[in-house]
């Protein structure tokens, strides 16, 4: 759909999807979905809950396997353990108990894998202050996770899944429990990281106004499809009324803020986590 | 009489020999797993594999079998069924709820059942190291390597899948396993520790001394030094007091671990 694959040859492309669907036992979740996206692009993953943008994520990282069509991943099929991809989750045991400084976890995430008798060695202390210094978080270093705001826990994250230098990053709704002005900051983090190390990034979230002076694609995701391409492709009326089968309409503010605005059953919604974007 | 004079006169005594023998091992695998245990949030799980054991040693002493020898395997046991279930059963505290309580009312029957001395039944209950036998040492012995070079085997990736489980599996980690070898490394190591503390009370070395280590240090391998640290000074405190006072060993360490704990959420109230 983006500009950049019509353009010719799949060789710059890290994930390419021809024909993908993915479900559970009883449940599509979506299919016939055609995306590539090339190495250093920045993509927002969007759409509503259950749309299957962390199914998207389990099926890159090789926990799960399509339902039908292709998906490859540098060139192959997605493997579990994949060292050039580097996952931030929505999920974490961490809480304000978990009283461990933040250093240690992200060398745990550099070589936490290995089994057996072996100490940490001094680059893998080196490499976890240079992902915090990556992500502008050397000074959280020896702090506890336990006293961490939500942006900083989130840098932190960032800095987990950066330690083993990953070509590609999948970022799962690290945005959502910051206010505008810390998403905003994380975002810029994140940009810069995504320009400075070539990584290719997809980063599901729930607005996409924070990113839009960073990202290159949109996926949509709704209704069990996805559409992917420039935000001005895929984000206008057409496109996404066509999506998700109802009148849907994207305005834009005086300042260039999007808000996607629906109307179901002559009642008018404005639904904030869905619709607005 | 000097401390040292004391430790000469209490060691004449084989029974305290053997206590202090068992009671230093037992202490060092509770102060070790139990900083996992409160790291990984599954103290009720710990309680769970005490009442089971419960059941286990009641069965194996009414059958005349060393209760020790039924406490580990049926701890054991049930340690490799929520293994076999997978990792997040060990948080379903409904189930383990259900079936702890059916352990309980099994080991209330087979203590019933058996006519001999209803201290056998109180001492599975509240601990009694003193009485420890030369053979049942040996055997804590042996348990307690096994679970010690296997938990320094698995260590790393067990604290990197207790926080964060999501990024250890997306890297090829086997979450289920090692989640799996906690649960059976944990099960034997309540098992053992019950010989101190009895199966009521054995928060007193399982959780006590690492809840009180994790608001200390930040470091997990300081925080596992300072639990077990904990768990050994009761032990051995508790073992000197009992000695001259008539109360049971396993007073005088849950008080001891619970007073420290108290002065250090004081001292520290936030982490």
Known sequence: MGPKRQE?????????ARRLAVG???????????????????????????????????????????????????????????????????????????????????????????WGFNLSTRREKDAAMSALKAVGAEDLAHKSLASLSGGELQRVFLAEAL??????????????????????ELVEVIGDVVKER???????????????????KVMYMANGKVATGTPEEVLTSKNLSALYGARVEVLRDSRGHIIIHSRYGGEEVHEEAYHVI | MSLIGALQYIFQYQFMQHAFEAGTIIAIVAGIMGYLVVLRKTSFAAHAYAEIGFAGAAGSVLLGINPLIGLLSASTVSGLGIAVLGNRASHRDVEIGTILAFALGLGLLFISLYTGYATEAYSILFGEILGISASNVLLTLVVSLIILVAAAFVYRPILFASLDEDVAEAKGMHVLLLGGIFMILLAASVSIAIQV????LIFALMVTPAATAIRLTKKPAYAILISTLIALGATWSGLLIAFYEPYPVSFFIVTIVFAIYLIVRFVRPRM
């Not at chain 1, 010719?8 to 390419?16: F, L, N, Q, R």
């Not at chain 1, 962390?54 to 099929?77: I, Y």
């Not at chain 1, 070539?198 to 290159?216: E, G, Q």
């Open chain 1, 24 to 114: 559970y036992k009883d449940k599509m979740v979506w299919h016939d979905a055609n995306f590539g996206i090339e190495r250093g692009e920045f993509v927002a993953v969007i759409g509503p809950n259950g749309a299957g943008k962390t199914t998207l994520f389990r099926m890159l990282l090789g926990l799960q396997k399509p339902s039908g069509g292709d998906l490859t991943v540098f060139g192959s099929k997605p493997s579990r353990g994949d060292s050039r991809i580097g996952y931030v989750p929505q999920r974490h045991a961490i809480d304000n108990e978990t009283n461990i400084e933040c250093v240690e976890l992200v060398h745990l995430a550099y070589g936490g894998g290995r």
């Open chain 1, 163 to 184: 330690v083993s230098n990953p070509e590609m990053l999948l970022l799962d709704e690290p945005l959502s429990n910051l206010d505008i002005r810390r998403a905003i």
């Open chain 1, 8 to 16: 010719g040859t799949d060789t710059g492309e890290i994930v390419t």
């Open chain 2, 197 to 200: 503390t009895g199966v009521l």
């Open chain 1, 198 to 216: 070539k990584v290719t990034a997809f980063l599901v979230a729930h607005d996409i106004n924070p990113l839009m002076r960073y990202i290159d």
